[in-house]
Nanobody, 128 residues
Framework: QVQLVESGGGLVQAGGSLMLSCAAS????????MSWFRQLPGKDREFVGV????????IYADAVRGRFTISRDNAKNTVYLQMNNLKSEDTAVYYC?????????????????????WGQGTQVTVST
């Protein structure tokens, strides 16, 4: 059974940091792009960032660029989201996703329909 399991969420003060992890099992994802999305209650799931299968290309949403960093360890089948200088507006449930998404052409990586596998989500709450 293929699974993506996020961890590392929690409560943090504004200006603080958290690192989320997404561990994959069931098959290797070393040829898939891996993304992070987030969602507030009653709102659509929004793109946070994506990393190519090689780790050489990363793309971020404007709201997090310069504060968040995505990395991956293909040997561990794990992707990470380092979040620094957190703001109250970063409060959301964070999801990782995997899929055979082309990062070079167009912006399909922003759309949830492009991904085949999703984690269950982890809550991040930033207090002021």
């Amino acid at each position: 059974q293929v699974q993506l399991v996020e961890s590392g969420g929690g409560l943090v003060q504004a200006g603080g940091s958290l690192m989320l992890s997404c561990a994959a099992s069931g098959r290797m994802f070393d040829r898939d792009a891996m993304s992070w999305f987030r969602q507030l209650p009653g709102k659509d799931r929004e793109f946070v960032g994506v990393i190519s299968w090689s780790g050489l290309t990363t793309i971020y949403a404007d709201a997090v660029r310069g504060r968040f960093t995505i990395s991956r360890d293909n040997a561990k089948n794990t992707v990470y989201l380092q979040m620094n200088n957190l703001k109250s507006e970063d409060t959301a449930v964070y999801y990782c996703a995997a899929g055979n998404v082309n990062l070079l052409y167009g912006r399909n990586y922003k759309y949830i329909g492009q991904y085949d596998y999703w984690g269950q989500g982890t809550q991040v709450t930033v207090s002021t």
